[in-house]
C-alpha cells in the first residue's frame, strides 16, 4: 500500500440516499462527527436525496456514484459502477472505504482490491442475506463492524472471524419537542394515553403484534390510541395493509396513521409509550432516541434489543411473535405512573452512558488507525459537533 497522508480521506458508501432505516441516519452522524479530526469523510451516494442535503448541511462533501444490484441484466452496469469505484478511490486518494450495506460493502471490498486501500464493512442487520454472502464480504473487508453482538454472531463466519469488532451506534443529541408541542405537531388529543410504534408499517416491525395488543391497553386505559408513526407501502396487499388490519379487528377508531416525518426523534415525547413488536433486528435506533426522550419501551426481545433493554430496568421486554405479552406489558405500563418514571429515568441514564456518539466515533477512528497507521498508533480524536 502507498504511503497514508496526514488526514487520509475515508469515502463512506452507501446504496441509498434517503433515510430508510437507521443506517443512513449513522452514516451522517459520523461523517459530520469525523470532520475537523484525523480523517477526512467523502459520501458516496447514488445521487441527490435527504441524505446527500443533510450531508451539505453539515459540511460534508459527496459524490454521486449509482452501485446498481450485482445479477441479471446489469451486469454491464455494475461493472461500469465498480470502475467508477475504483477511479473515484485513485482520483481522490482515498484510504479506506466504509460500506453500509451488504450491497455497498461488495462494490468497496472489489474495489479496494482492485485499488489496494482498506475496506471497513459496517454489519447493520442481525440477518445475513446468505452464510455464503457473509463469508465472501468478510474476504473482502479489513474489519467489520457490527452495530450489536447480536449482528456479530448472525453467522458463522462472523463469529468466527477476528475482523469483527462490536461498535454500538452512538446518537448526537437530540432537540426534542416537549410533549405538548410534539403532540399539537401530530394532532394528538393532549389528554389521551397514546401508544407509538415508530418506524415502517409492516408485519416485519410487528404492525398485526401492536394491533393485537391494542385491546389489551384500552382495558388499562379506557380510551387509549395506537398511533403508528412511519411510512406506509401503499401496494401492500389487503392482508398486510395495516389501516385494512385495524378496520378488520374493529379498531379503526383507536389506530392512527400518522405518517412519515423526516423529524419522527423529535416527536417522541408524544407518546406515553413506545411499542417495540419488531420480529428481527440488529441494534434498533429509535429504541435509544425512545430512552433519551425519556419514554418508558416495551419491546420484543429480538437480535440486539436486549442490548439496548435492561428488562425491568430501562424498559420491558417481552417474548417475539406474543401480541398478549406485549400487550399486558403496555397495560401494566399505562397503569403504573410511578414505573413509568422509573423506566423513563433508567432508561435515559443507560442511553447517555452506552450510546454517546463520541464513543462511537472514537472506536471506528480507532479501527480506521489500525488498519492505516498500524495497531498503537495515535490519532487525532475527532472534532466533536453538534446538530
Known amino acids: 500500500m502507498s504511503a497514508v497522508p496526514r488526514d487520509p480521506r475515508v469515502a463512506l458508501v452507501s446504496e441509498r440516499s434517503d433515510f430508510f432505516g437507521g443506517g443512513q441516519r449513522s452514516l451522517l452522524d459520523l461523517a459530520v462527527a469525523l470532520r475537523g479530526g484525523a480523517f477526512e469523510p467523502l459520501a458516496v451516494l447514488p445521487g441527490p436525496g435527504p441524505l446527500a442535503t443533510a450531508l451539505q448541511q453539515g459540511g460534508v462533501a459527496w459524490v454521486s456514484l449509482p452501485l446498481p444490484p450485482l445479477r441479471g441484466a446489469r ?34 471490498g472489489l474495489a479496494s482490491r482492485i485499488a489496494r486501500c482498506r475496506h471497513v464493512w459496517h454489519v447493520r442487520a442481525s440477518r445475513p442475506s446468505s452464510a455464503l454472502a457473509d463469508r465472501a464480504l468478510l474476504l473482502l473487508s479489513d474489519a467489520a463492524l457490527a452495530v450489536s453482538r447480536a449482528a456479530a454472531r448472525r453467522s ?43 418506524g415502517r408499517v409492516e ?9 393485537a395488543a391494542l385491546p389489551a391497553l384500552r382495558r388499562a386505559a379506557p380510551g387509549a390510541l395506537l398511533a403508528f408513526l412511519g411510512p406506509e407501502d401503499p401496494a401492500a396487499p389487503p392482508s398486510l395493509n395495516g389501516r385494512l388490519r385495524a378496520a378488520s379487528m374493529g379498531l379503526s377508531g383507536a389506530v392512527l396513521f400518522l405518517g412519515d416525518r423526516p423529524e419522527a426523534a423529535r416527536l417522541l415525547r408524544a407518546f406515553d409509550v413506545i411499542l417495540h413488536p419488531s420480529h428481527h433486528e440488529a441494534l434498533p435506533r429509535v429504541l435509544i432516541e425512545a430512552l433519551l426522550a425519556g419514554v418508558p419501551v416495551v419491546a420484543a426481545a429480538v437480535g440486539g434489543v436486549p442490548e439496548v433493554i435492561e428488562s425491568g430496568v430501562s424498559g420491558l421486554l417481552v417474548p417475539p411473535h406474543d401480541p398478549a405479552a406485549l400487550g399486558a406489558a403496555a397495560a401494566r405500563v399505562a397503569r403504573d405512573a410511578d414505573l413509568r418514571l422509573r423506566l423513563a429515568g433508567a ?17 471506528v477512528t480507532a479501527v480506521y488507525g489500525e488498519l492505516l497507521r ?10 466533536e459537533t453538534a446538530r
Open 75 to 108: 451486469f454491464i452496469q455494475a461493472a461500469r459502477a465498480l470502475r467508477g469505484l475504483v477511479r473515484l478511490v485513485r482520483g481522490r486518494s482515498i484510504a479506506l472505504l466504509h460500506s453500509d450495506s451488504p450491497r455497498a460493502a461488495l462494490y468497496a
Open 156 to 198: 458463522a463466519a462472523l463469529r468466527a472471524s477476528r475482523k469483527v469488532r462490536v461498535v454500538h451506534t452512538g446518537l448526537p443529541p437530540i432537540p426534542f419537542l416537549e410533549r405538548a408541542a410534539a403532540r399539537l405537531s401530530l394532532d394528538l388529543p393532549p389528554d389521551r394515553f397514546v401508544a407509538g410504534v415508530v
Open 203 to 211: 408485519r416485519d416491525k410487528g404492525c398485526d403484534d401492536a394491533l
Open 347 to 363: 432508561g435515559f441514564k443507560q442511553a447517555v452512558t452506552l450510546f454517546a456518539l463520541e464513543a462511537m466515533v472514537r472506536r
Open 374 to 383: 498500524g495497531p498503537g498508533e495515535a490519532v487525532r480524536a475527532p472534532r
